[in-house]
Structure formats: structure tokens, C-alpha cells
């Protein structure tokens, strides 16, 4: 599973960096891993508990081994429904799949009534909602950006103050989040004001005296995309990290479940994950880029043609921001679903050349068939176990 | 992923400006076909004319196939109509060059004033201004998109669909000078002369009038 989320999904997080061509697949591939592996060792745990316990009523599941066989029935079915879909070329959402898949054996199990269906609701909504508010993110970021840059009377030298502000602002939330995730900080306030706003700051003055050494072109245009063709990177590496933290449930949350099983004989205790498990699925979805993602990003390199390193900065930017909030809020949301948001508000705001509104089509129609098919190929999967086991 | 290939389709700016290049190309090619007329080279002036003939038809497969890929799938930052009119107009600048070539080609003038030669060759010269201001503005306006429609950007594009309208202007004005002289030599040239000569005056004032309406054409994508 894994493996399956590192092939499909976690390509795209280094897609806009390697289609606005900042860096080669091959690059991609080793930051992407790296920042997988890191964002779902360090940043994965509290989305692992919603998903392992959010969607089924645990009271209900009395024998312990339905809950051994429900998980592997529904780390199997969104593991098919993924390449199957992949093999189509739908760009499914791999925690819809999973979500899908836990759903449906327990209504095979329990009937409707072990689904916890407000959390369902909640989990649902945040997928509607996270590809909007990627969008409105998207929208006025972009605004922003061209408001402080392209629409200052001299460009380049608003670039050279400006480009270093919104990279900066980028590390103010990844130094927010570093310290809500990894060290479990509670506050907010405290995160924003010891962590992000001195990352940023660093970043900031690093950035704005690389910039002044050497600009690269007196061209405003030229000049600026080359800034964010550097900073892209490094966005796209903070999307990888984001995606990891959250993805990582997805693959992980069944197999903590099995774990609490076999290390207690009971399920629906809480237990904490242990590290060594993230540690697995970091792993997974590292290999997954390294052996699949490859291919994918390289295709992708050569392909997206129309996308500039300001706009790919923007999407990078507005989607991680999203998801790592939703990551803090414990709210499962998909990748693509908020990457898709920011690309349609990016073109809302006249940015993006364009798009094919065909594939948004399909996009969105793959996100509903997504939880229903999955819970019934899990559902099937889990009879058979059932009835084997 | 695969989607992501797909979710980006090719944007039609970057095959303009190459359409635009080849309109440029073209017009220019016409510019040196006018200067061989000029000094008498005629065996210099029929090849490029015909080189100006084969450009034309290079510019119009591009247009084809801008046009097909086209689709009304696309979400574009501009209207779709829009860029179709625009193509139509760019391409109607390539096709009034190749009319100049074709009435270069059926005839070789007989002796004609030294006046309507100048006149003739400074229409050319200044159609050829309109055609580079096209291309300029269609380079331009591919920067208006870049910037997100920042107002500078705009602006800038403005002050160039400007300077076409007033060579436009002023091309009118030569036409008409060209007309008064022929009329005033009427006894000095012949009747296929004068024919050849103001219909050669009216096929460049043609491209000028078309770099006009394409200019206006992006006026309109700018202001949705």
C-alpha cells in the first residue's frame, strides 16, 4: 500500500517542480523520498489515530481477528482500486480508497450501523472543502504575488525584496508545523512566534543575499522565474513532506490496527503507533517513488509544458499549507484533491495558460466512485478471508 | 501521475508567437522582394516573392493545427473566440503580403516615376512596421498572462496597439498619396501600369489594416 501511494501520489508533489523543469526526475526522486520517509517518520501520527479509529465504532468489532482480517481486507482493496485506477490513468485519492476500504468491511461485518457516519461526514466534507480552500488559497496568493512583483513599477527590484518574502513565509509555516508535529506542541501562538517566524527570517536574509549577489537576469520575467525555479524545489519538497505526514495513515492506520492486535490481542485500545511502523510506511512510500515515481515524474518532466516556476511555486505553496493544516487539525484530506484546488484557482486568477477542463471533469467524478468502489472490493475481500479464515 | 500530463494542455501562446514569427518572416521576406523592385533587380525580386509564397503557406499549417488543438476542453485566461479571431486576423497579415507577391510576380513594371517607386517602397517598409508591432504585441500580451494581468503589463500593451493604429494612420495616408500620383501621372503610364501599381498600393495598405484588427483582437482578450 505503501509502495502504491509512493508510485502514484507522491510523484505528484514534485510534479510542478519537474514540470516547470527546476530540477530533474531524478532529482526528484531522491528529495521526494527523502522528504516522504521524513514527513511520515516525524509528522504522521495523529492522522494514523483518525483513520485507525475514526470511521468504525471499535465496541462493535468483538472479535479481534475481524478487525486483523478488516484491515488487510482494506490495505488490499484501495492497493487494487489504486493500480487498477492508475492503470486508467484516474488519479484517485488514495486515502478515499483506504476510507472506502474500512467502510465497507465493517458494514459487511456489522452492518451500517458500525460506521460512524458524522465522522464520515467530517472526513467527506474535509474533501470538498480541501480543494476549495485550496483553491481560494491559491487565488489570492497568486494576486498577491503579482500585485508585490509584476505590478511594481520596477519588477526587479521588487522581485529581489519580494521573492525572498514569500519564500520565507513558506519556512514561517514549516517551522510552525515542525514544531506542532515533531515536538507535539500544543500552542499555536508559540509555534508561529520561537519556530516559524525565525525559520523564516533565516531563510529570508539567506535568500535575499543569494538573490543580491546574483540576480539572474535584468529581465523582471526571466529573472523571477529563475528565483522560484531554486525555490520550487524547495517548495515541492515541503509538499512531499506534507504529503507524508499525511498519507502515510492511510497505508499505516489498518496495519497499527493488525499491530494493537497481535502485541495486545485486543482491538480498539488505545494504543499509540509506534515509530518503527511510520517508519515502515515512510519506507513504502519512499520506495514507491524510487521504483514507480520515476518513471511517472519523467514522463511528467517532459510533458507539462505550460506551467512557470512562479505558478508551480504558488500551487507547491497554497496546497501544502492546506493539507499541513488539515494534517494539524487531524483531518484526513487528499493531495490532489487541494493540488487540483489551487491549479483551478490559479486559473480563476488568470494565471494558468491553460487547463483541460475534461480531466478536472473526470477528476472530480473519480473522487466519488473512489470510497464506494473500494468499500466493495474490501467488502468482497473481506468475506473471502472470513470465510477462509 | 498521469493526470497531471493531462490536466495541463498546451497553451495556444507560445504557438501564436511562433505563427507570429513566421507572419514577421514573411512580411519582411516581402520588404526585400519590394527593395529588389526597387533598383530593378526583377530575376532577385521573383525568387523572394515566391519565398514569400511558400511562408505563407507554412503560416497557414501552423493555424491548422492551432486550431485543432484548440478544443472547446480548454479553461483559458482569455476567450477562446478571442485567440481563434486573433489566428484568423495574424494569418489574414501573411496572406495580404502574398497578394503583393503574386502582383509583383504577373507583371514587370514598364518605366515608372521615380515618385511612385519611393511611395511603394515606403509603404512597404512601414506595413513592415505594423507586422513587427504585432508580433511585438502578441509577445507581450503572452507577458500580460505571466504577470497575472498585472496593470504595467497591460498598460505596456495598450501603448503598442496604439503605435499599430497610428501607422495604420499613416499608411492610409500613403495610400491615398499613391492614388493622387497616378492620377496625376495618368498620361505619363500606361493603363496596366496604373493598374499594377495601385493594386500592388492596395494589397500593402491590405496588411497594415489587418495587423489593425488583430491588434484589436487583443485589446479584446485584455479586457474580460
Known amino acids: ?389 | 501521475m498521469q493526470v497531471w500530463t493531462k490536466l495541463f494542455a498546451k497553451s495556444p501562446f507560445k504557438p501564436l508567437i511562433k505563427h507570429s514569427e513566421v507572419v514577421l518572416n514573411t512580411v519582411e521576406t516581402l520588404e526585400r522582394a519590394l527593395q529588389a523592385w526597387h533598383s530593378g533587380n526583377y530575376g532577385e525580386m521573383e525568387r523572394l516573392a515566391i519565398e514569400v509564397d511558400r511562408l505563407e503557406d507554412v503560416a497557414d499549417r501552423i493555424k491548422e493545427e492551432i486550431r485543432d488543438s484548440l478544443s472547446s476542453k480548454l479553461m483559458m485566461a482569455v476567450a477562446r473566440e478571442d485567440v481563434l479571431i486573433y489566428l484568423h486576423m495574424q494569418d489574414k497579415v501573411a496572406d495580404a503580403a502574398e497578394d503583393t507577391a503574386k502582383w509583383l510576380l504577373v507583371k514587370r513594371p514598364g518605366e515608372l516615376p521615380a515618385e511612385i517607386k519611393e511611395l511603394i517602397l515606403q509603404m512597404g517598409t512601414e506595413s513592415i512596421k505594423a507586422a513587427k508591432l504585432v508580433h511585438e504585441a502578441i509577445v507581450q500580451m503572452d507577458r500580460v498572462i505571466e504577470s497575472g494581468f498585472a496593470d504595467g503589463e497591460i498598460e505596456k500593451e495598450y501603448g503598442l496597439i496604439r503605435k499599430i493604429e497610428s501607422v495604420e494612420k499613416e499608411i492610409d495616408g500613403l495610400d491615398t498619396r499613391l492614388m493622387q500620383l497616378v492620377l496625376e501621372n495618368a498620361e505619363n503610364l500606361s493603363w496596366g501600369d496604373g493598374f499594377y501599381v495601385l493594386n500592388i498600393a492596395r494589397t500593402l495598405s491590405n496588411i497594415s489594416d489587418k495587423a489593425k484588427d488583430a491588434a484589436e483582437r487583443i485589446r479584446l482578450m485584455m479586457n474580460k
Open chain 1, 1 to 389: 500500500m505503501a509502495w502504491a501511494i509512493g508510485a502514484n501520489d507522491a510523484a505528484n508533489s514534485m510534479s510542478t517542480a519537474v514540470g516547470a523543469k527546476a530540477i530533474t526526475p531524478k532529482q526528484a526522486v531522491i528529495i521526494a523520498g527523502l522528504l516522504e520517509f521524513t514527513g511520515a517518520y516525524f509528522f504522521g501520527k495523529s492522522v494514523t489515530e483518525t483513520i485507525r479509529k475514526g470511521i468504525l465504532d471499535p465496541t462493535m468489532i468483538t472479535d479481534p481477528m475481524v478487525l486483523v482480517y478488516g484491515s488487510v481486507a482494506a490495505l488490499l482493496a484501495a492497493t487494487i482500486w489504486l493500480i487498477v485506477a492508475t492503470k486508467f490513468g484516474l488519479p484517485v485519492s488514495t486515502t478515499h480508497s483506504i476510507i472506502g476500504g474500512i467502510a465497507g468491511y465493517g458494514i459487511v461485518y456489522a452492518g451500517t450501523a458500525i460506521v460512524n457516519w458524522g465522522k464520515m461526514g467530517q472526513v467527506v466534507l474535509s474533501w470538498i472543502l480541501s480543494p476549495i480552500i485550496g483553491a481560494i488559497m491559491a487565488y489570492f496568493i497568486f494576486k498577491a504575488f503579482t500585485k508585490s512583483i509584476f505590478e511594481r513599477k520596477d519588477p526587479v527590484r521588487s522581485a529581489r525584496i519580494w521573492s525572498p518574502f514569500w519564500i520565507g513565509l513558506a519556512f514561517v509555516v514549516i517551522g510552525t508545523m515542525f514544531y506542532i508535529k515533531v515536538l507535539h506542541g500544543k500552542d499555536l501562538k508559540t509555534g508561529v512566534l520561537m519556530y516559524g517566524i525565525p525559520l523564516g527570517i533565516i531563510v529570508f536574509v539567506v535568500t535575499y543575499f543569494l538573490i543580491k549577489l546574483r540576480f539572474p537576469s535584468s529581465d523582471p520575467f526571466v529573472g523571477v522565474e529563475a528565483i522560484f525555479r531554486k525555490a520550487q524545489v524547495v517548495t515541492s519538497g515541503y509538499v512531499a513532506l506534507a504529503h507524508g505526514a499525511n498519507d502515510v495513515a492511510n497505508a499505516i492506520g489498518p496495519v497499527a490496527a493488525v499491530y494493537a492486535v497481535a502485541t495486545m490481542g485486543l482491538g480498539g485500545m488505545e494504543v499509540p503507533v509506534p515509530r518503527w511502523i511510520l517508519a515502515l510506511g515512510g519506507l513504502g512510500i519512499a520506495v514507491g517513488v524510487a521504483t514507480y515515481g520515476y518513471r511517472v515524474m519523467e514522463t511528467v518532466g517532459k510533458k507539462i509544458t505550460e506551467l512557470t516556476n512562479t505558478r508551480g511555486f504558488t500551487i507547491d505553496f497554497s496546497a501544502a499549507t492546506v493539507v499541513l493544516a488539515a494534517s494539524w487539525l487531524g483531518l484526513p484530506i487528499s493531495t490532489t484533491h487541494t493540488v487540483v484546488g489551487a491549479v483551478i484557482g490559479i486559473g480563476l486568477a488568470r494565471g494558468v495558460k491553460a487547463i483541460n477542463k475534461d480531466i478536472v471533469r473526470d477528476i472530480i467524478i473519480s473522487w466519488f466512485v473512489t470510497v464506494p468502489v473500494a468499500g466493495l472490493i474490501s467488502a468482497a475481500i473481506f468475506k473471502v478471508l472470513m470465510v477462509v479464515g
